[in-house]
């Protein structure tokens, strides 16, 4: 066991602070595009305290092959780990053979049936709109997830890429509806990355929930593997995302890396302390290919405590780029 516990906001979910993000399961061209190496990843996950499993139905080269092949490596041990899937991602036809919103309840109805059986569970632990459905009135969207708690389908709900006035429309309608309230945020934020913390963290604190970023690490950038002069050739960023490299801010990074070196300590390490130092970061949802992946992230979690003046020295390299509607 290497990751510890936190809670998920104000609710009475527990999730391990380094979490599993799992899009690349059933990706092509990756080691986890098959059964056998999801499972390896799965069974380092597990065998290093990692318990959040974040997916979403349209992970993988086909849509749901993520969460199919989840569901076969996790038989027999769904009760060791904490299940979160999303529903509901505008760009991707999941087959479902009906004009509606994707925030709508016949919509929510057909998919979380589908990711249930892929999974092959009977209960969903965290269920998540993967992005804000303009087409459905939030009201809708939360009814239709408050029964699914009702039936014990799912457990809790959250929602992905809201924004700071979605998040509060979102929580004060529920309140008003006196029923199950969303529990989670899950945004893109990193040091790379760090919009969230103009509206998004300030709501997500607000109203109690917990804090899930994604693309913590940047596509890598972040985890001390790559420099000015390259980094590994078979990474996702050097075989199909080189811009992000070529594009990098290497005099903050470089600056970042000689921090991390005069405290004895990895970039990897360093970026995981400053994470989880947020007040509303309940878990680190961090991707990998490979099981040595999963538990040098795992150790990282649990590796370093920054101190008040080690945060202020690195926010000061990845100051907050000035407000572009201001």
């Not at 098959?34 to 959040?52: E, F, H, K, M």
């Not at 509303?280 to 590796?303: D, H």
Request: net charge negative; glycine share 10%; proline share 5%.
């Amino acid at each position: 066991m290497v990751t510890t516990e936190r809670r998920v906001g104000s609710s009475g979910l527990l999730v391990s602070a380094v979490g599993l993000g799992c899009n690349n399961f059933g990706r092509a061209g990756t080691a986890t595009q098959t059964l056998q190496g999801t499972r390896l990843v799965l069974d380092a996950a597990i065998d290093s305290g990692i318990t959040l499993l974040d997916t979403a139905d349209m992970y993988g080269k086909d849509p749901g092959l993520s969460e199919t092949l989840m569901g076969e490596a996790l038989e027999g041990r769904r009760d060791r780990v904490v299940l979160a899937t999303k529903f509901g991602h505008g760009r991707y036809d999941m087959g479902y053979d009906f004009p509606a919103g994707m925030g709508s309840r016949r919509y929510i109805r057909r998919a979380v049936e589908e990711s249930l059986r892929r999974l092959r569970t009977d209960w969903i632990d965290l269920y998540q709109l993967h992005f804000p459905d303009p087409e459905t009135p939030i009201d809708e969207t939360i009814d239709a997830l408050d029964d699914l708690v009702r039936e014990g389908k799912i457990r809790y709900f959250g929602h992905s890429n809201f924004t700071g006035w979605q998040v509060a429309e979102a929580d004060f309608t529920a309140r008003q509806r006196r029923g199950s309230r969303f529990v989670s945020a899950q945004n893109h934020y990193s040091l790379l990355a760090r919009a969230a913390e103009r509206e998004v963290l300030p709501a997500v604190e607000r109203y109690g929930l917990g804090f899930f970023p994604y693309f913590p690490l940047h596509n890598g950038l972040l985890t001390g593997k790559f420099t000015r002069e390259g980094g590994p050739s078979d990474s996702r960023i050097m075989s199909t995302r080189a811009h992000l490299w070529e594009n990098a801010p290497w005099d903050a990074l470089d600056a970042y890396r000689a921090f991390c070196d005069e405290r004895g300590i990895t970039m990897l390490e360093a970026t995981f302390g400053w994470l989880l130092a947020r007040p509303a970061v309940s878990s680190v949802i961090a991707g990998a290919t490979t099981p040595e992946q999963v538990e040098a992230n795992a150790r990282a979690g649990a590796a370093w405590t920054p101190t008040a003046d080690d945060l202020a020295t690195i926010d000061a390299f990845f100051p907050l780029p000035a407000d572009p509607a201001a």
